[in-house]
């Protein structure tokens, strides 16, 4: 998947240098009244898609944060739920391993090691 991703990464890339190797020519942006910017069109261009990568960069930090701090309650109960049942079946376990001397036909079997049906 990481080819995929460079591959991906590599040809708009490209596509970036290319079209901003066409279109030198100067723009203005006018970003509130009374303030103007004057530069080439692949500059503008290379400074969004900066500005945008930040944003995204930031976005998906934040997405993170909240999925660390937001713990779904149903994942806990369920978590809380199977360690009370690993817990029953041990204690199960125990009790069966001594009740198994008690068993009848466990005394005469006991040398053999062979189970009786």
Not at 31 to 58: H, K, N, T
Not at 69 to 78: A, E, G, S, T
Request: aromatic share 8%.
């Amino acid at each position: 998947m990481r080819q995929v991703n460079f591959v991906v990464i590599f040809v708009i890339c490209l596509a970036l240098v290319l079209f901003g190797i066409e279109n030198t020519d100067t723009a203005t942006i006018h970003i509130v009244r009374g303030i103007d910017i004057e530069a080439p069109l692949c500059i503008e261009l290379m400074v969004s898609l900066g500005v945008g990568a930040v944003l995204a960069w930031v976005f998906s930090v934040w997405v993170q944060l909240q999925g660390y701090f937001n713990v779904n309650p149903q994942v806990q109960q369920r978590e809380l739920r199977i360690q009370q049942l690993e817990e029953d079946v041990e204690r199960y376990r125990v009790e069966l391993e001594d009740l198994q001397p008690m068993l009848p036909g466990a005394a005469k079997d006991a040398g053999t090691g062979e189970a009786v049906a």
